[in-house]
């Protein structure tokens, strides 16, 4: 590869002129004419290298193609039909836009054809280890049927990225496009992690630089795909334009703006992506989006108890289904993420093969499919909250149905529930980094000195702004559902948000109304509240002004 050094040996004295020359190479190296355009209906008429197309045109790519963005969500939301293979081509695409934008903008970073390919191949594979229904499986199915295993779709993710390497023969391909390996494999794969493989990095700069790809000077590159340190990176802006657009929900976040004043500063020892002092606004506005679209789509009761029974299902299904992997192998739902020949067959189309089966032993699985196609779901019973300073613990998720099943309300109850009838669904609201403000991680320049760095607090912004940035969600269902075991199930619950001092439930005075009075705090009325009609108070006003005139006439 051409470097500065040949250049100069070559007799180009000037460095600026030695600039303009690699960064000429680098535009016809990454701009070649056998690039191919892709219609997207979120970022238009966008063009992928040949290499990236290479890459797209595989069997563990085209395999995206059959699994959801939002997994069950599309149950409710019918707009919700899209895959992780068209997010995969405009994440690469945003990749690509985010790294020029900074190599044209900042020759002296010296980013190569090299560098802007190898975020791209990043982008575009970042999700290729995923399971059916998206995080469904690696949330929900994985955890229950491998629970001595700690697995996560980005681990599958580097698996499938060296298969699909070896079985189509594209270390040649990827050489003759001026990659150096296996350094920058390398490299792509600690991009699709988002964390090192071997070390473990502060983020100071004042450690030993824990990756292998590239070297400290171009760290801000690892900032692009899948940012660990603020959270702002290309994925996320992607699946809010595509996921609002096909949810119908508004999306509140411009990221061509952050492209426009996208700027890799010196912080410490090290360099980060930055952007304007005055775009912090929208950058709460980014992850304020993130915290609506998880509300009203991710988390939605209704997608939340479909996912349940989708992943019930399917750990029923698992023993029972055969999935052919290398050698002939025979691997099941759970076993086939040991190997990638038989994870490539596994998509959300194992919801049609169970529900189409023929076999016996699969009739209990088929029977809670055909239910989530005729909605006769579990029935939802509430929804409450725990304090900040009592949220519940991970070790104490699973011993929840059986502490509401364990409640005895003051009331008589006509049936009598198990912890098998309940569902229990702990859901984490935050804005990605837990209680931290994610803000705080990010670095801003002034118009006045772009190359010195400065950091926002949040009272620097706004008065408006959340105080706390992590919130517990306890969702509750009863899997059955005649109105006798729905009544139980519903005051067992509001009497063990008592015992627990968690929030009322919202419909609590309607489902309960001889229990929610016992909790005092509950029905302390709200002094700024006003529930009174004007009318009524003026009429009132009028009436006492009425009597106390009549009472001075008898004074």
């Given at each position: 590869?051409?470097?500065q050094?040949d250049?100069e040996?070559a007799?180009?004295?000037?460095?600026?002129?030695?600039?303009?020359?690699?960064k000429?190479?680098n535009?016809?190296w990454?701009n070649?004419?056998?690039?191919?355009?892709?219609?997207?209906p979120?970022?238009?008429?966008?063009?992928?290298h040949?290499l990236?197309?290479?890459?797209?045109?595989t069997?563990?790519?085209q395999?995206?193609r059959?699994?959801?963005?939002?997994?069950?969500?599309?149950?409710?939301?019918?707009g919700a039909?899209?895959?992780?293979?068209?997010?995969?081509?405009?994440v690469a695409?945003?990749?690509?836009?985010?790294?020029?934008?900074?190599?044209g903008?900042?020759?002296?970073?010296?980013i190569?054809?090299?560098?802007?390919l190898?975020?791209q191949?990043a982008g575009?594979?970042?999700?290729?280890g995923?399971?059916?229904?998206?995080?469904?499986?690696?949330?929900?199915f994985?955890?229950?049927?491998?629970?001595?295993l700690?697995?996560?779709h980005?681990?599958?993710s580097?698996?499938m990225?060296d298969?699909?390497?070896?079985?189509?023969g594209?270390?040649?391909?990827?050489l003759s496009?001026g990659l150096?390996?296996?350094?920058?494999?390398k490299?792509?794969?600690?991009?699709?992690?988002?964390?090192?493989?071997?070390g473990?990095?502060?983020?100071?700069?004042?450690?030993?630089?824990?990756?292998?790809?590239r070297?400290r000077e171009?760290?801000f590159?690892y900032?692009?795909v899948?940012?660990?340190?603020?959270?702002?990176?290309?994925?996320?802006?992607?699946?809010f334009?595509?996921?609002?657009?096909?949810l119908?929900?508004r999306?509140?976040?411009?990221?061509e703006?952050?492209?426009?004043?996208?700027?890799?500063?010196?912080?410490?020892?090290?360099k980060?992506i930055c952007?304007?002092?005055?775009?912090?606004?929208?950058?709460?506005?980014m992850?304020?989006?993130r915290?609506?679209l998880?509300?009203?789509a991710?988390?939605?009761?209704?997608?939340n108890?479909?996912?349940?029974?989708?992943?019930?299902?399917?750990v029923?299904?698992?023993?029972?289904?055969?999935?052919?992997?290398?050698?002939?192998?025979?691997y099941t739902i759970?076993?086939?993420?040991?190997?990638m020949?038989?994870?490539?067959k596994?998509?959300?189309?194992?919801?049609e093969?169970?529900l189409?089966?023929?076999k016996?032993?699969?009739w209990?699985?088929?029977?809670?499919?055909n239910?989530?196609?005729c909605?006769?779901?579990y029935?939802?019973?509430?929804?409450?909250?725990?304090?900040?300073e009592a949220?519940i613990?991970?070790?104490?998720?699973n011993?929840?149905?059986?502490?509401i099943?364990?409640?005895a309300?003051?009331?008589?109850?006509?049936?009598?529930?198990?912890p098998?009838?309940?569902?229990?669904?702990?859901?984490?609201m935050d804005?990605?980094m837990?209680?931290?403000d994610p803000?705080?991680k990010?670095?801003?320049?002034?118009?006045?000195?772009?190359?010195?760095?400065?950091?926002?607090?949040?009272?620097?912004?706004?008065?408006?702004l959340?105080e706390?940035?992590?919130?517990q969600?306890?969702?509750?269902?009863c899997?059955?559902?005649?109105d006798?075991?729905?009544?139980?199930?519903?005051k067992?619950f509001v009497?063990?948000?008592?015992?627990r001092?968690?929030t009322?439930p919202?419909?609590?005075d309607?489902?309960?109304?001889?229990?929610?009075p016992?909790?005092p705090?509950?029905?302390?009325s709200?002094?700024?509240?006003?529930?009174s009609?004007?009318?009524?108070?003026?009429q009132?006003?009028?009436?006492?002004n009425s009597?106390r005139?009549?009472?001075?006439?008898?004074?």
């Amino acid at each position: 590869m051409l470097t500065q050094r040949d250049l100069e040996k070559a007799g180009v004295s000037i460095l600026g002129d030695r600039l303009k020359l690699i960064k000429c190479i680098n535009t016809l190296w990454q701009n070649p004419i056998d690039a191919k355009v892709f219609n997207d209906p979120i970022h238009g008429h966008i063009e992928m290298h040949p290499l990236l197309v290479r890459i797209i045109d595989t069997p563990q790519f085209q395999r995206l193609r059959f699994i959801k963005q939002l997994g069950g969500v599309y149950f409710v939301y019918p707009g919700a039909s899209h895959n992780r293979f068209e997010h995969s081509i405009g994440v690469a695409h945003l990749a690509g836009q985010l790294v020029k934008a900074l190599c044209g903008r900042q020759p002296e970073l010296q980013i190569n054809h090299r560098d802007i390919l190898c975020v791209q191949i990043a982008g575009l594979c970042h999700d290729l280890g995923h399971g059916p229904f998206s995080h469904l499986f690696d949330g929900k199915f994985i955890p229950l049927t491998r629970k001595d295993l700690k697995w996560k779709h980005e681990d599958a993710s580097l698996a499938m990225f060296d298969h699909l390497i070896d079985t189509n023969g594209l270390e040649v391909v990827l050489l003759s496009y001026g990659l150096v390996l296996p350094e920058d494999v390398k490299f792509i794969k600690e991009q699709i992690q988002g964390r090192p493989t071997e070390g473990n990095g502060a983020g100071d700069g004042s450690e030993a630089w824990p990756y292998k790809g590239r070297t400290r000077e171009k760290g801000f590159l690892y900032e692009i795909v899948a940012n660990k340190r603020s959270g702002i990176d290309v994925d996320k802006w992607d699946y809010f334009a595509r996921d609002c657009h096909h949810l119908g929900i508004r999306n509140n976040f411009d990221f061509e703006r952050f492209l426009k004043f996208a700027r890799v500063c010196e912080v410490g020892k090290r360099k980060h992506i930055c952007t304007r002092d005055k775009e912090v606004g929208d950058l709460y506005n980014m992850f304020h989006t993130r915290n609506t679209l998880h509300r009203r789509a991710y988390q939605h009761r209704v997608g939340n108890i479909i996912g349940c029974m989708i992943t019930e299902a399917m750990v029923l299904a698992d023993p029972h289904i055969q999935i052919s992997g290398a050698g002939g192998k025979i691997y099941t739902i759970s076993t086939a993420i040991d190997d990638m020949e038989a994870y490539t067959k596994l998509t959300d189309n194992i919801f049609e093969q169970i529900l189409y089966s023929s076999k016996p032993e699969l009739w209990e699985a088929r029977k809670i499919l055909n239910n989530v196609l005729c909605r006769r779901l579990y029935k939802w019973i509430g929804q409450t909250q725990p304090a900040a300073e009592a949220m519940i613990e991970q070790e104490e998720f699973n011993e929840l149905a059986n502490q509401i099943a364990a409640v005895a309300p003051s009331t008589s109850l006509e049936v009598k529930l198990g912890p098998e009838d309940f569902i229990v669904n702990v859901v984490q609201m935050d804005y990605g980094m837990a209680e931290k403000d994610p803000i705080n991680k990010v670095r801003f320049y002034c118009k006045n000195n772009p190359n010195r760095t400065i950091k926002i607090r949040k009272d620097q912004v706004s008065q408006l702004l959340p105080e706390r940035f992590t919130e517990q969600l306890i969702q509750v269902y009863c899997k059955k559902s005649d109105d006798q075991s729905l009544q139980a199930a519903r005051k067992q619950f509001v009497q063990w948000c008592i015992n627990r001092d968690f929030t009322k439930p919202r419909d609590g005075d309607i489902v309960a109304p001889e229990l929610t009075p016992l909790k005092p705090d509950w029905n302390n009325s709200d002094g700024d509240s006003d529930d009174s009609d004007p009318w009524d108070e003026l009429q009132s006003q009028r009436q006492a002004n009425s009597h106390r005139s009549l009472a001075k006439a008898f004074d």
